[in-house]
């Protein structure tokens, strides 16, 4: 016989005592913590141990009794309770059975680290020998079997028990019926037998013996043999509650000698069933007024057995000794009139290697007197006579038996049941959570549900510590609390439920996206071994048959009938198949179900965090039992979002004092229970605090997706989903945390951007009105949950979806202000400076954004007016509201150094001071344009200021080069406008010509200086054709000067060769372009004509011939702007197909046209042309044949030409089609074409 587990003795002095700090452990006592390894073992089997912990204090030598010591009489110190043996020897049993249903979750509690991954197996020592021995037993076994990932957690389960407590109770009705279903129909109970308990006295006694052997002896009655046996029964049945959560039963009231025991039962309240540190933001899980029983771990020492391949996490309670040999021996008794067989070989020696004892001390006697002992090397008891067995075999039979169970017991959560009846070879497994779906419901109490969630709940808790650094261990998360979910009831367990949502929820990271690898190992993130049941939510039952291993004769006969194997999940036909090497092999497939959802869109991520969140918070408000005075809601009746058509100003200053007072705020007063009745300090409260947190980042992450997808109705719908889960966070928070202050101010950062976006994109109102007030029932449940603590309208301000652009902007710059606020408050001042500078950023361009909104505005009063009136009063508002929100976004700039939109202000505010100046246009009595105004004049000096501060602030184009250009073309444009205004309304009446001429060429140089010729960009045909137009105007102003000039001769002379200078750079420049054939002809028909009046002033024949032939070699070059225009009217006239008469005279149709060509122009200086070019020719002609000298060859030869140009010139049908007279043209000019 195997010594009893209960039989506590000192633990193993193994190595050098050395301790590793694992955690503290959860049962009570006074535990010494170990991490020691022997590997022991004949050259056949690899066996290692390491010893977790252990509750004992050093091994102390055993006594040696003397030959003829009669056991049957007491030792003085009996029953009496001891530091060597512990609380388990004060019974005559030494029974450690009360831990016995539940004793592998006591170790998985402890353990928490090995549990899902480094361990096969939990289990007492006293399971894992009797499953080892099936094949050579024909007691029965009876097991409840459970997994949580690869892990088993093996128990004995005594159906005795069970099946007598039913018939007391009631409780297990279901389980009984089950039982004579599957196994016996005649179930009788069957007691143990007088000598059962006499052999367990012995047994006892020498263990006191060995430990003091010289006290007071008496001798043993009947009655005392009776009343041990009646205190076995009773402690035994003490070990069955009626239900997990009922209170200490009645049969643990009378356990009188079990002090120690009912006290740490008491102790095992679950207090705190899972630690994680506070900045993983996990909640800390409390199970209040629960007492779970039989969950402490009560082995004296705790062993991590690896025996071959199989890691093992083993519970014994084996007396050890000091002595002998070796630092650690066992002790055994046994009768000499009873050889050892094999049954009792395996025990010795699994006890032995399980607990790294590498001797074994036998005390032999005959009818309880002492005769010898005997020592054994634990290698050598496979080889002891009449005990002789293969260490091979019992290898094979371990890793067959792990096979079957790992390939047949897949789904987490559920009881299985593993049973072989006594005499049978048939080992049969049992889903009992499957056969308690057949029974009526409410007869279904699983006492092994509560348990088995907690240990999947705090197994995810520990996985989840470690899911940072690795975050394959997502899908196994997810697994173990879905299964865990599963398993409660909500009524019963909210706590735990609403916990186990929250930490689903964290699985789904909103910042980040997972990376290819990460992504892949989230995929096949499930446990190696572990399965879920989407269809199981029944709670489990517990049944099961159990005798004493070993030499006792089981108290089970064969079954009364034919057992029926269709129940059965599985089946081992004969034991004798477990020993066949691999005859088990676990080939099971990891399901879907156990893959993490892994998704690249981030709308659906948050989807599945919101879910969570909404399951945790309905958890949550069914558990707090004071009734909320709120009316009951509907969740299928949405809940409406109002939007608000308001002006800026109006009502909204209220809110806006709200919300910077809600944003300032840093502490809130909560003294009194909530608005839905929680008590601060609560499960409740922490909870809610954790949830409403959770989905507020939730919706700001889909409102922030949303605006990328410029999907601005929804983007605001979600800020507003966000900022009201805030708002009822603040409404139950005590205290409001920096981070939680910074995720508050980014979410006004972006209600801000939002408002922003929806006031620069009016034209789609409609759809963002859609979008803003559609609703999903998750969302409308959980604005339901959020109105259990509070009103939520503290940021609705912020949030109204506004039909005023300006509205918008407003609430935009307050959104700014307010997160401003905050991130500049004392709480957060030395945090976030990256957040505080792009947030300083947000609030020069809101700035910005109102500028030119109000600039904008004043533009569009300006070009309404019908009459130009004096500048109005309302102008005048805007121009100051504009520029006082430039000047206080260029401050915010500067505040961050940011030159680039420093330099966009001033380029704005330019801009702005130019609207100025054409406010202050001059008009006169008749209606037209008066002289160039002193006005005009300061705010075009202005806004030229303005833009070469945004050049300076800049410094060069290397700094940005795209804001660069764009001032460079502002100035530029603003230096032309002025010169053509001092050029085309010329102050004569204030100023004189010469200054005024002066004036213009400065501003019109300075205007070609910012004129980029040379850097290629989509701007330069631009500047290409502001400089050419630069030139044409400065020529025209000398050509007029040079015509109007009188008297002083150097000073005409100046003025042609300027003429002819920008008259020739502008032809160069408009040739250069090809969308400019009008302005090339008009130049060139201007430069042709101040050729003509220079002819005029000359008197010599020779003169005035070469000044002709040089003026038809300009008319000759109009030919490049002839073919544009030809060009231009052949598009035009395949696209409207118009026939060519009609374009010639309906030159209206010229704003019909997509070519861009101005045909009234076209035919205003083909008016010119033709005179022009006929003059030229026939002034030509009579110069060259009334010359006195004789013509050369080369001069008849040009006559002759012009004679034939200028005929055809006037023969020329002046009805002819706009076409027609173009190629005409086109065909005379190449004819003078040398």
Same mark, same amino acid.
């Given at each position: 016989?195997?010594?009893?587990?209960?039989?506590?003795?000192?633990?193993?002095?193994?190595?050098?005592?050395?301790?590793?700090?694992?955690?503290?452990?959860?049962?009570?006592?006074?535990?010494?913590?170990?991490?020691?390894?022997?590997?022991?073992?004949?050259?056949?089997?690899?066996?290692?141990?390491?010893?977790?912990?252990?509750?004992?204090?050093?091994?102390?030598?055993?006594?040696?009794?003397?030959?003829?010591?009669?056991?049957?009489?007491?030792?003085?110190?009996?029953?009496?309770?001891?530091?060597?043996?512990?609380?388990?020897?004060?019974?005559?049993?030494?029974?450690?059975?009360?831990?016995?249903?539940?004793?592998?979750?006591?170790?998985?509690?402890?353990?928490?680290?090995?549990?899902?991954?480094?361990?096969?197996?939990?289990?007492?020592?006293?399971?894992?020998?009797?499953?080892?021995?099936?094949?050579?037993?024909?007691?029965?076994?009876?097991?409840?079997?459970?997994?949580?990932?690869?892990?088993?957690?093996?128990?004995?389960?005594?159906?005795?028990?069970?099946?007598?407590?039913?018939?007391?109770?009631?409780?297990?009705?279901?389980?009984?019926?089950?039982?004579?279903?599957?196994?016996?129909?005649?179930?009788?109970?069957?007691?143990?037998?007088?000598?059962?308990?006499?052999?367990?006295?012995?047994?006892?006694?020498?263990?006191?013996?060995?430990?003091?052997?010289?006290?007071?002896?008496?001798?043993?009655?009947?009655?005392?043999?009776?009343?041990?046996?009646?205190?076995?029964?009773?402690?035994?049945?003490?070990?069955?509650?009626?239900?997990?959560?009922?209170?200490?039963?009645?049969?643990?009231?009378?356990?009188?000698?079990?002090?120690?025991?009912?006290?740490?039962?008491?102790?095992?309240?679950?207090?705190?069933?899972?630690?994680?540190?506070?900045?993983?933001?996990?909640?800390?899980?409390?199970?209040?007024?629960?007492?779970?029983?039989?969950?402490?771990?009560?082995?004296?020492?705790?062993?991590?057995?690896?025996?071959?391949?199989?890691?093992?996490?083993?519970?014994?309670?084996?007396?050890?000794?000091?002595?002998?040999?070796?630092?650690?021996?066992?002790?055994?008794?046994?009768?000499?009139?009873?050889?050892?067989?094999?049954?009792?070989?395996?025990?010795?020696?699994?006890?032995?290697?399980?607990?790294?004892?590498?001797?074994?001390?036998?005390?032999?006697?005959?009818?309880?007197?002492?005769?010898?002992?005997?020592?054994?090397?634990?290698?050598?008891?496979?080889?002891?006579?009449?005990?002789?067995?293969?260490?091979?075999?019992?290898?094979?039979?371990?890793?067959?038996?792990?096979?079957?169970?790992?390939?047949?017991?897949?789904?987490?959560?559920?009881?299985?049941?593993?049973?072989?009846?006594?005499?049978?070879?048939?080992?049969?497994?049992?889903?009992?959570?499957?056969?308690?779906?057949?029974?009526?419901?409410?007869?279904?109490?699983?006492?092994?549900?509560?348990?088995?969630?907690?240990?999947?709940?705090?197994?995810?808790?520990?996985?989840?510590?470690?899911?940072?650094?690795?975050?394959?261990?997502?899908?196994?998360?997810?697994?173990?609390?879905?299964?865990?979910?599963?398993?409660?009831?909500?009524?019963?367990?909210?706590?735990?439920?609403?916990?186990?949502?929250?930490?689903?929820?964290?699985?789904?990271?909103?910042?980040?996206?997972?990376?290819?690898?990460?992504?892949?190992?989230?995929?096949?993130?499930?446990?190696?071994?572990?399965?879920?049941?989407?269809?199981?939510?029944?709670?489990?039952?517990?049944?099961?048959?159990?005798?004493?291993?070993?030499?006792?004769?089981?108290?089970?006969?064969?079954?009364?009938?034919?057992?029926?194997?269709?129940?059965?999940?599985?089946?081992?036909?004969?034991?004798?198949?477990?020993?066949?090497?691999?005859?088990?092999?676990?080939?099971?497939?990891?399901?879907?179900?156990?893959?993490?959802?892994?998704?690249?869109?981030?709308?659906?991520?948050?989807?599945?965090?919101?879910?969570?969140?909404?399951?945790?918070?309905?958890?949550?408000?069914?558990?707090?039992?004071?009734?909320?005075?709120?009316?009951?809601?509907?969740?299928?009746?949405?809940?409406?979002?109002?939007?608000?058509?308001?002006?800026?100003?109006?009502?909204?200053?209220?809110?806006?004092?709200?919300?910077?007072?809600?944003?300032?705020?840093?502490?809130?007063?909560?003294?009194?229970?909530?608005?839905?009745?929680?008590?601060?300090?609560?499960?409740?409260?922490?909870?809610?605090?954790?949830?409403?947190?959770?989905?507020?980042?939730?919706?700001?992450?889909?409102?922030?997706?949303?605006?990328?997808?410029?999907?601005?109705?929804?983007?605001?719908?979600?800020?507003?989903?966000?900022?009201?889960?805030?708002?009822?966070?603040?409404?139950?928070?005590?205290?409001?945390?920096?981070?939680?202050?910074?995720?508050?101010?980014?979410?006004?950062?972006?209600?801000?951007?939002?408002?922003?976006?929806?006031?620069?994109?009016?034209?789609?109102?409609?759809?963002?009105?859609?979008?803003?007030?559609?609703?999903?029932?998750?969302?409308?449940?959980i604005l339901h949950s959020l109105h259990r603590e509070s009103s939520c309208q503290d940021f609705s301000m912020a949030t109204d979806l506004a039909m005023d652009p300006e509205y918008q902007l407003f609430v935009s710059s307050r959104c700014y202000e307010a997160a401003h606020e905050l991130l500049i408050s004392e709480v957060l001042k030395d945090q976030s400076s990256n957040q505080l500078s792009q947030l300083v950023k947000r609030l020069g361009n809101i700035c910005n954004e109102m500028g030119v909104y109000y600039m904008n505005q004043a533009a569009a009063m300006q070009t309404e007016k019908q009459v130009k009136k004096s500048v109005s009063a309302a102008e005048q508002d805007l121009w100051r509201k504009s520029f006082s929100l430039f000047e206080k976004g260029m401050k915010d700039f500067e505040t961050i150094r940011d030159s680039t939109n420093t330099a966009l202000l001033l380029c704005n505010t330019g801009r702005l001071m130019r609207i100025c100046a054409q406010a202050h246009c001059p008009v006169s009595a008749d209606e037209s344009r008066g002289e160039f105004s002193p006005d005009e004049a300061l705010y075009y000096n202005k806004s030229i200021d303005y833009y070469l501060q945004a050049l300076r602030a800049l410094g060069s184009r290397k700094s940005h080069s795209a804001v660069w250009d764009s001032v460079n073309w502002e100035?530029?444009?603003?230096?032309?406008?002025?010169?053509?205004?001092?050029?085309?309304?010329?102050?004569?009446?204030?100023?004189?010509?010469?200054?005024?001429?002066?004036?213009?060429?400065?501003?019109?140089?300075?205007?070609?200086?910012?004129?980029?010729?040379?850097?290629?960009?989509?701007?330069?045909?631009?500047?290409?054709?502001?400089?050419?137009?630069?030139?044409?105007?400065?020529?025209?102003?000398?050509?007029?000067?040079?015509?109007?000039?009188?008297?002083?001769?150097?000073?005409?002379?100046?003025?042609?060769?300027?003429?002819?200078?920008?008259?020739?750079?502008?032809?160069?420049?408009?040739?250069?372009?090809?969308? /400019?054939?009008?302005?090339?002809?008009?130049? *060139? !028909? $201007?430069?042709? @004509?101040? &050729? =003509?009046?220079?002819? +005029?002033?000359?008197?010599?024949?020779?003169?005035?011939?070469?000044?002709?032939?040089?003026?038809?070699?300009?008319?000759?070059?109009?030919?490049? /702007?002839?073919?544009?225009?030809?060009?231009? *009217? !052949? $598009?035009?006239? @395949?696209? &409207? =197909?118009?026939?060519? +008469?009609?374009?010639?005279?309906?030159?209206?149709?010229?704003?019909?046209?997509?070519?861009?060509?101005?045909?009234?122009?076209?035919?205003?200086?083909?008016?010119?042309?033709?005179?022009?070019?006929?003059?030229?020719?026939?002034?030509?002609?009579?110069?060259?044949?009334?010359?006195?000298?004789?013509?050369?060859?080369?001069?008849?030869?040009?006559?002759?030409?012009?004679?034939?140009?200028?005929?055809?010139?006037?023969?020329?049908?002046?009805?002819?089609?706009?076409?027609?007279?173009?190629?005409?043209?086109?065909?005379?000019?190449?004819?003078?074409?040398?």
């Amino acid at each position: 016989m195997s010594s009893p587990p209960e039989d506590r003795e000192p633990g193993i002095p193994l190595m050098d005592n050395s301790k590793e700090d694992l955690g503290a452990p959860a049962c009570t006592g006074d535990y010494t913590k170990h991490d020691m390894t022997v590997c022991l073992g004949n050259g056949e089997v690899k066996s290692c141990a390491v010893v977790k912990y252990s509750a004992a204090p050093p091994p102390t030598t055993y006594a040696l009794l003397q030959e003829k010591t009669d056991l049957k009489l007491p030792p003085a110190n009996w029953l009496r309770e001891n530091p060597q043996l512990g609380s388990a020897g004060t019974t005559v049993l030494g029974s450690s059975s009360k831990s016995k249903p539940f004793s592998s979750f006591g170790m998985a509690y402890d353990f928490i680290d090995c549990i899902g991954d480094d361990v096969d197996v939990v289990s007492d020592s006293e399971n894992i020998k009797k499953l080892l021995k099936i094949p050579y037993s024909k007691s029965h076994v009876s097991m409840a079997v459970h997994r949580v990932g690869r892990t088993l957690l093996l128990d004995e389960l005594d159906t005795q028990e069970l099946l007598r407590r039913s018939s007391q109770t009631g409780d297990w009705t279901w389980l009984k019926e089950i039982y004579q279903r599957l196994i016996d129909q005649k179930w009788q109970r069957k007691k143990k037998s007088k000598e059962h308990w006499y052999q367990k006295a012995i047994l006892s006694k020498f263990l006191y013996y060995s430990i003091n052997g010289d006290g007071a002896a008496k001798p043993v009655t009947e009655d005392m043999i009776e009343e041990d046996e009646e205190n076995g029964a009773e402690e035994y049945s003490s070990s069955w509650p009626a239900t997990f959560t009922s209170t200490l039963s009645e049969a643990e009231e009378t356990d009188t000698p079990k002090q120690e025991s009912g006290a740490a039962d008491s102790d095992f309240a679950l207090g705190q069933v899972t630690s994680v540190p506070k900045e993983q933001n996990l909640p800390t899980l409390f199970i209040e007024g629960e007492n779970i029983q039989g969950l402490r771990n009560n082995f004296v020492r705790n062993i991590m057995w690896t025996f071959e391949d199989i890691h093992m996490l083993v519970g014994s309670n084996m007396p050890i000794f000091g002595g002998g040999r070796y630092p650690a021996v066992s002790l055994r008794l046994r009768d000499s009139n009873k050889p050892i067989n094999i049954l009792t070989g395996i025990d010795y020696w699994l006890d032995n290697l399980m607990c790294n004892v590498p001797e074994l001390v036998m005390c032999f006697h005959v009818n309880g007197i002492v005769q010898k002992y005997e020592m054994i090397k634990t290698e050598e008891i496979p080889h002891l006579e009449n005990s002789t067995f293969s260490t091979r075999v019992v290898k094979d039979i371990a890793q067959n038996i792990l096979s079957f169970l790992k390939s047949n017991c897949t789904k987490e959560g559920h009881t299985y049941w593993l049973f072989k009846a006594s005499g049978s070879d048939i080992v049969k497994l049992y889903d009992l959570t499957t056969l308690c779906e057949e029974a009526e419901e409410e007869k279904c109490q699983n006492p092994f549900t509560l348990p088995v969630a907690v240990l999947l709940y705090k197994v995810a808790s520990n996985l989840m510590l470690k899911a940072s650094q690795n975050r394959k261990h997502y899908g196994k998360i997810r697994t173990l609390l879905l299964n865990c979910v599963k398993l409660l009831d909500l009524e019963k367990h909210p706590q735990i439920i609403a916990s186990a949502y929250y930490m689903l929820s964290e699985l789904f990271q909103l910042d980040e996206l997972p990376d290819e690898d990460g992504g892949e190992s989230l995929r096949a993130g499930g446990s190696e071994d572990s399965y879920s049941d989407e269809d199981r939510e029944e709670e489990e039952g517990e049944d099961d048959d159990l005798t004493e291993d070993g030499e006792e004769i089981g108290s089970y006969s064969s079954c009364s009938r034919p057992q029926d194997d269709s129940k059965a999940v599985a089946v081992i036909r004969s034991v004798g198949e477990l020993s066949v090497p691999e005859k088990y092999k676990s080939t099971h497939q990891i399901r879907p179900s156990c893959a993490f959802p892994v998704s690249q869109d981030k709308e659906e991520r948050c989807r599945h965090v919101l879910s969570y969140v909404l399951k945790g918070l309905k958890a949550v408000d069914g558990s707090i039992k004071k009734e909320s005075d709120l009316p009951s809601a509907d969740p299928n009746t949405p809940i409406p979002l109002k939007y608000e058509d308001g002006g800026a100003n109006g009502a909204s200053e209220k809110g806006i004092s709200l919300l910077l007072e809600r944003a300032e705020s840093g502490q809130v007063d909560q003294n009194n229970p909530t608005r839905s009745g929680m008590i601060p300090g609560s499960w409740q409260h922490r909870m809610k605090l954790q949830l409403f947190l959770k989905a507020s980042k939730a919706y700001y992450i889909l409102s922030d997706a949303a605006t990328n997808l410029l999907k601005y109705g929804r983007a605001l719908r979600y800020i507003k989903l966000s900022l009201q889960c805030y708002d009822a966070y603040c409404s139950v928070s005590e205290m409001l945390h920096p981070h939680v202050l910074e995720f508050h101010s980014q979410c006004l950062s972006l209600c801000g951007d939002i408002q922003l976006m929806l006031a620069q994109n009016a034209s789609n109102r409609a759809a963002y009105l859609e979008e803003y007030s559609y609703q999903t029932i998750d969302d409308q449940e959980i604005l339901h949950s959020l109105h259990r603590e509070s009103s939520c309208q503290d940021f609705s301000m912020a949030t109204d979806l506004a039909m005023d652009p300006e509205y918008q902007l407003f609430v935009s710059s307050r959104c700014y202000e307010a997160a401003h606020e905050l991130l500049i408050s004392e709480v957060l001042k030395d945090q976030s400076s990256n957040q505080l500078s792009q947030l300083v950023k947000r609030l020069g361009n809101i700035c910005n954004e109102m500028g030119v909104y109000y600039m904008n505005q004043a533009a569009a009063m300006q070009t309404e007016k019908q009459v130009k009136k004096s500048v109005s009063a309302a102008e005048q508002d805007l121009w100051r509201k504009s520029f006082s929100l430039f000047e206080k976004g260029m401050k915010d700039f500067e505040t961050i150094r940011d030159s680039t939109n420093t330099a966009l202000l001033l380029c704005n505010t330019g801009r702005l001071m130019r609207i100025c100046a054409q406010a202050h246009c001059p008009v006169s009595a008749d209606e037209s344009r008066g002289e160039f105004s002193p006005d005009e004049a300061l705010y075009y000096n202005k806004s030229i200021d303005y833009y070469l501060q945004a050049l300076r602030a800049l410094g060069s184009r290397k700094s940005h080069s795209a804001v660069w250009d764009s001032v460079n073309w502002e100035l530029s444009t603003t230096y032309f406008t002025l010169a053509t205004l001092l050029q085309d309304y010329a102050p004569l009446s204030r100023k004189a010509q010469e200054q005024i001429e002066r004036e213009v060429t400065d501003a019109m140089m300075k205007s070609l200086k910012y004129c980029d010729l040379q850097t290629e960009s989509p701007r330069q045909p631009l500047y290409q054709y502001r400089a050419a137009t630069i030139h044409h105007r400065l020529a025209s102003m000398y050509h007029s000067c040079f015509r109007n000039q009188v008297g002083d001769e150097h000073l005409r002379k100046q003025h042609r060769s300027l003429a002819e200078l920008h008259y020739s750079k502008a032809v160069s420049l408009f040739l250069s372009l090809k969308d /400019a054939p009008c302005e090339l002809l008009r130049t *060139l !028909l $201007e430069r042709v @004509a101040f &050729t =003509e009046f220079t002819m +005029a002033g000359q008197s010599s024949s020779v003169a005035k011939l070469k000044s002709l032939i040089g003026a038809i070699e300009i008319m000759s070059e109009t030919r490049y /702007a002839f073919q544009l225009i030809h060009k231009e *009217l !052949l $598009e035009q006239q @395949a696209e &409207t =197909e118009p026939s060519a +008469a009609e374009s010639a005279h309906s030159p209206d149709r010229a704003s019909d046209s997509t070519s861009g060509l101005d045909l009234q122009e076209v035919l205003k200086l083909i008016g010119v042309f033709e005179p022009s070019f006929s003059f030229l020719l026939l002034q030509v002609i009579k110069l060259m044949t009334t010359t006195k000298r004789k013509p050369s060859n080369k001069d008849e030869g040009m006559l002759k030409n012009y004679k034939i140009v200028y005929s055809k010139l006037l023969r020329a049908e002046k009805d002819a089609p706009l076409v027609s007279r173009v190629e005409l043209y086109l065909e005379l000019l190449q004819q003078l074409t040398p």
